[in-house]
C-alpha cells in the first residue's frame, strides 16, 4: 500500500535506537527524507552510518527536554530540506522501579522534563514550522500503556505517560485550524535496549505482556507510527492508538506490583 510518504519530511526524536530507528527505516523505506536525533552525538552517528544506505538522512544530537535543542533541531531541519511534514516525538528514558514514597524531585522532574516539556517543544515547534512551510502536518507521540495501567515501572514514567496521551488531544484541537494532526501510539512491551532487564530473552516467558504472549519488535510499533504519519488516518486526531498485542485488554496483574513492607 502507498502510504503517500514519498519525499515527505520527517523528524524522529530518539531515531538512534530502538523504536524511533524503527520508525526512521520504515519512513526511508516509503521514500521520506529524515532527520533523527537523540542526546548522544556519538548514537547519531552510529545510527547514520546505517541508515545512509536506505535514503535522505541527516542527524542532529541534542536533548529534547531543552527549548534551545528543540528549536535547533526544527530550524536545521527546514534548512536541510526546505519543509516539515511529519514531527514523531519518540525520545524517553526508562522508568526506575522507584516507589514513589521513596522518589526524589529530582528523578521525578527529569522524567517530566524529557517526556511531557520534550513532547510538547517537540509539538509546538513543529507546528510552527508546519504552519510556515505547508500549513499541514502530521504529530505522532509516543505514550505507554504504562500510562493508561499502572504497572511497577515507576509512578513517575506512567504520569509523564498518560500527561503525552492528554496533551496530544490538546494539540490536537489546537493545531487543527493548521490542518496538523495530533495522534499518540502506545506500545506495550518491546524489545529494545529500554527494556533489557524487564524482557527475558527470546524463548523464556515475559509475565504480562497480553494475549499474543510476546514482547512486540520495534518495527511492529514503526509500522503503525507510519500509519498515523500517513493519510490512511485522514480523518484521525488526537486519538491515542495502543498497540500492545492484547495487553491492556487482559489488564495488568497488579499482584506483582504490589510488595508488603
Ligand atoms: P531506547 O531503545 O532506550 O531508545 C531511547 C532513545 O531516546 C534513544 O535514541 C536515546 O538517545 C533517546 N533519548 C533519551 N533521552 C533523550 C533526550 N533527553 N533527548 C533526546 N533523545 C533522548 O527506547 P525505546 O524502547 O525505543 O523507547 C522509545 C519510546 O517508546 C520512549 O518514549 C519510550 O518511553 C516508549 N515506549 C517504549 C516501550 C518499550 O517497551 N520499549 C513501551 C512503551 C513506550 P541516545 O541513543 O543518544 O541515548
Known amino acids: 500500500m502507498d502510504l503517500g510518504l514519498k ?28 532527520m533523527i536525533s537523540s542526546i548522544h552525538p556519538e548514537s547519531v552517528e ?16 541534542g536533548d529534547v527536554a531543552l527549548e534551545a535543542d528543540v528549536t535547533r533541531l526544527v530550524d536545521e531541519t527546514v ?23 521513596d522518589m526524589g524531585v ?7 522534563a ?8 517537540c509539538g509546538r515547534e513543529a507546528a510552527r514550522a508546519m504552519r510556515k512551510t505547508g500549513n499541514r502536518g502530521r504529530i505522532v507521540t509516543v505514550g ?22 492528554s496533551l496530544t488531544r490538546s494539540m490536537a484541537v489546537d493545531f487543527a485550524r493548521w490542518n496538523i494532526r495530533v495522534n499518540c ?6 524489545r529494545t535496549d529500554m527494556t533489557v532487564g524487564y524482557i527475558p530473552p527470546p524463548g523464556r516467558p515475559l509475565e504480562n505482556c497480553g494475549v499474543m504472549d510476546r514482547p512486540g519488535e520495534p518495527g511492529e510499533i514503526a509500522n503503525a507510527i507510519l500509519f498515523l504519519a500517513s493519510d490512511s488516518c485522514s480523518f484521525l486526531t488526537g486519538e491515542t492508538l495502543v498497540v500492545d498485542g492484547g495487553q491492556v485488554i487482559v489488564g495488568p496483574d497488579v499482584s506483582q506490583s504490589v510488595q508488603r513492607a
Open 7 to 34: 519525499d515527505q519530511v520527517a523528524i524522529v526524536t530518539g531515531g538512534s535506537r530502538g523504536i524511533g530507528r524503527a520508525a526512521a527505516e520504515a519512513f526511508l523505506r516509503e521514500g521520506a527524507r529524515v
Open 46 to 61: 552510529t545510527a547514520l552510518k546505517a541508515l545512509r544506505g536506505l535514503g535522505e538522512v541527516e542527524g542532529s544530537a
Open 79 to 101: 534548512r536541510r530540506f526546505g519543509r516539515l511534514d511529519v514531527m514523531v516525538a519518540n525520545a524517553g528514558i526508562a522508568g526506575e522501579e522507584i516507589n514513589l514514597a
Open 106 to 112: 529530582e528523578e521525578w522532574d527529569r522524567m517530566m
Open 114 to 121: 524529557i517526556h511531557l516539556r520534550g513532547t510538547f517543544l
Open 144 to 165: 505507554s500503556v504504562a500510562g493508561i495501567e499502572s504497572d511497577a515501572s515507576g509512578g513517575h514514567y506512567n504520569a509523564a505517560k498518560a500527561g503525552i496521551h
Open 185 to 190: 501510539i502506545a506500545p506495550g512491551w518491546v
